[in-house]
């Protein structure tokens, strides 16, 4: 499912599926698509910070195009213990790789991966840097 911000309508909130991970989506070309995701922040419960929140970041091949600092980036994923994965979807190897890590990301969040929990997923994609 697909939201453009949070929250979401309330109206149907008793038809809306468990919410196992939530992807935020930043295209690097644009201030106000890291505007909206800093405002929607705001709107997700903190236990969700605790390996079930990622950040997309979309746009990277095009450098000079860039409106957003990769390292504001790098810190909102830092300040929210979230992990942040850069792609560019108009090119199709990288748009079926980046889809197939955030499958991968779904199965371990909603439980389906025996042994591995979005916390401890989360604790392996630290890097070695943040300790």
């Avoid at 746009?59 to 792609?87: D, H, M, Q, W």
Wanted: hydrophobic share 45%.
């Amino acid at each position: 499912h697909l939201a453009a911000s949070l929250p979401l309508p309330s109206e149907r909130d008793h038809l809306r599926p468990r919410i196992d991970l939530v992807v935020f989506m930043i295209d690097i070309k644009s201030k106000y698509s890291l505007k909206n995701v800093e405002t929607s922040l705001a709107h997700v419960d903190a236990s969700f910070f605790l390996g079930k929140v990622c950040f997309l970041v979309t746009g990277v091949g095009r450098v000079n195009a860039c409106s957003i600092e990769t390292n504001a980036i790098c810190k909102l994923g830092k300040a929210y213990c979230s992990p942040v994965l850069f792609c560019e979807l108009e090119l199709e190897g990288i748009r079926v790789a980046t889809a197939q890590r955030l499958l991968r990301m779904l199965q371990i969040c909603a439980g389906h991966i025996p042994g591995v929990s979005a916390l401890s997923f989360v604790s392996l994609m630290r890097n070695s840097d943040d300790d």
